[in-house]
Protein backbone atom coordinates (compact mmCIF):
# COMPACT_ATOMS: atom_id res chain seq x y z
CA UNK A 1 0.00 0.00 0.00
CA UNK A 2 2.49 2.26 0.79
CA UNK A 3 4.16 2.25 -2.76
CA UNK A 4 0.87 3.48 -4.26
CA UNK A 5 0.29 6.11 -1.64
CA UNK A 6 4.04 6.72 -2.40
CA UNK A 7 3.25 6.94 -6.08
CA UNK A 8 -0.27 8.83 -5.99
CA UNK A 9 1.77 11.86 -4.18
CA UNK A 10 4.28 11.79 -6.24
CA UNK A 11 2.08 12.57 -9.11
CA UNK A 12 0.58 15.40 -6.81
CA UNK A 13 3.27 16.65 -6.82
CA UNK A 14 4.54 16.54 -10.31
CA UNK A 15 1.45 17.89 -11.29
CA UNK A 16 1.36 21.16 -8.96
CA UNK A 17 5.10 21.59 -9.80
CA UNK A 18 3.53 21.60 -13.61
CA UNK A 19 0.57 24.12 -12.93
CA UNK A 20 3.32 26.32 -10.81
CA UNK A 21 5.37 26.48 -13.97
CA UNK A 22 2.56 27.01 -15.98
CA UNK A 23 1.61 29.84 -13.96
CA UNK A 24 5.31 31.72 -13.48
CA UNK A 25 5.16 31.21 -17.18
CA UNK A 26 2.19 33.60 -17.40
CA UNK A 27 3.63 36.20 -14.62
CA UNK A 28 6.62 36.59 -16.80
CA UNK A 29 4.81 37.15 -19.73
CA UNK A 30 2.30 39.62 -18.07
CA UNK A 31 5.76 41.27 -16.63
CA UNK A 32 6.89 41.64 -20.09
CA UNK A 33 3.83 43.16 -21.54
CA UNK A 34 4.02 45.52 -18.36
CA UNK A 35 7.70 46.56 -18.99
CA UNK A 36 7.05 47.14 -22.70
CA UNK A 37 3.92 48.95 -22.19
CA UNK A 38 6.07 51.21 -19.89
CA UNK A 39 8.98 51.88 -21.87
CA UNK A 40 6.48 53.03 -24.63
CA UNK A 41 5.18 55.55 -22.35
CA UNK A 42 8.68 56.63 -21.25
CA UNK A 43 9.43 57.01 -24.68
CA UNK A 44 6.44 59.32 -25.74
CA UNK A 45 6.97 61.42 -22.92
CA UNK A 46 10.59 62.06 -23.69
CA UNK A 47 9.61 62.79 -27.24
CA UNK A 48 6.96 65.05 -25.91
CA UNK A 49 9.66 66.79 -23.61
CA UNK A 50 12.10 67.19 -26.36
CA UNK A 51 9.17 68.32 -29.07
CA UNK A 52 8.54 71.14 -26.02
CA UNK A 53 12.54 71.70 -25.78
CA UNK A 54 12.65 71.85 -29.65
CA UNK A 55 9.74 74.47 -30.14
CA UNK A 56 10.61 76.72 -27.54
CA UNK A 57 13.44 78.44 -29.59
CA UNK A 58 10.51 78.18 -32.88
CA UNK A 59 8.52 81.09 -34.10
CA UNK A 60 4.95 80.66 -33.57
CA UNK A 61 4.62 80.77 -37.79
CA UNK A 62 7.11 77.29 -37.42
CA UNK A 63 5.14 75.66 -34.56
CA UNK A 64 1.82 76.26 -35.95
CA UNK A 65 2.87 74.59 -39.43
CA UNK A 66 4.62 71.43 -37.81
CA UNK A 67 0.96 71.19 -35.75
CA UNK A 68 -0.29 70.98 -39.21
CA UNK A 69 1.24 68.60 -40.62
CA UNK A 70 -0.75 65.60 -39.87
CA UNK A 71 -4.23 66.82 -40.21
CA UNK A 72 -3.19 68.17 -43.52
CA UNK A 73 -1.93 64.60 -44.28
CA UNK A 74 -5.33 63.28 -43.21
CA UNK A 75 -7.30 65.65 -45.29
CA UNK A 76 -5.48 65.23 -48.47
CA UNK A 77 -5.74 61.57 -48.08
CA UNK A 78 -9.51 62.18 -47.67
CA UNK A 79 -10.12 64.05 -50.73
CA UNK A 80 -8.08 61.41 -52.81
CA UNK A 81 -10.57 59.28 -51.32
CA UNK A 82 -13.67 61.27 -52.43
CA UNK A 83 -12.19 62.20 -55.31
CA UNK A 84 -11.67 58.50 -56.71
CA UNK A 85 -15.28 57.85 -55.64
CA UNK A 86 -16.81 60.76 -57.24
CA UNK A 87 -14.93 59.62 -60.62
CA UNK A 88 -15.89 56.29 -60.32
CA UNK A 89 -19.49 57.04 -59.63
CA UNK A 90 -19.65 59.50 -62.38
CA UNK A 91 -17.86 57.16 -64.94
CA UNK A 92 -15.01 59.07 -65.20
CA UNK A 93 -12.91 55.77 -64.30
CA UNK A 94 -13.47 52.15 -64.17
CA UNK A 95 -13.50 50.17 -61.46
CA UNK A 96 -10.20 48.83 -62.15
CA UNK A 97 -8.63 51.75 -62.27
CA UNK A 98 -9.54 52.81 -58.57
CA UNK A 99 -8.62 49.28 -57.77
CA UNK A 100 -4.84 50.14 -58.96
CA UNK A 101 -4.64 53.69 -57.16
CA UNK A 102 -6.63 52.76 -53.47
CA UNK A 103 -4.87 49.70 -53.52
CA UNK A 104 -4.24 47.57 -50.42
CA UNK A 105 -1.12 49.45 -49.04
CA UNK A 106 -3.19 52.98 -49.65
CA UNK A 107 -5.92 51.27 -48.15
CA UNK A 108 -3.76 50.30 -44.99
CA UNK A 109 -2.40 53.50 -44.92
CA UNK A 110 -5.50 55.42 -44.88
CA UNK A 111 -7.00 52.40 -42.16
CA UNK A 112 -4.02 53.59 -39.63
CA UNK A 113 -4.65 57.17 -40.38
CA UNK A 114 -8.24 56.61 -39.35
CA UNK A 115 -6.94 54.93 -36.18
CA UNK A 116 -4.44 57.49 -35.34
CA UNK A 117 -7.19 59.99 -35.00
CA UNK A 118 -10.27 57.89 -33.86
CA UNK A 119 -8.52 54.82 -32.16
CA UNK A 120 -6.22 54.09 -30.24
CA UNK A 121 -3.56 55.37 -32.05
CA UNK A 122 -1.31 52.21 -32.29
CA UNK A 123 -1.99 49.99 -35.13
CA UNK A 124 0.28 46.87 -33.23
CA UNK A 125 -1.51 43.62 -34.12
CA UNK A 126 -1.48 40.80 -32.18
Known amino acids: MGYFDKKQSNKFELECMEKQKEM ?12 GIEAHAREVEALHKEHARI ?12 SSVRPCVTYL ?4 LLLL ?11 D ?7 NELQAVWASVVCFWFGSRSANSK
Do not use: C
Request: glycine letters at 6%; hydrophobic letters at 55%.
Open 24 to 35: QLALGTQKMEMA
Open 77 to 80: LFIE
Open 97 to 103: LYQLIFN
Open 85 to 95: TILLAGGWITA
Open 55 to 66: TVKASQFWINVS
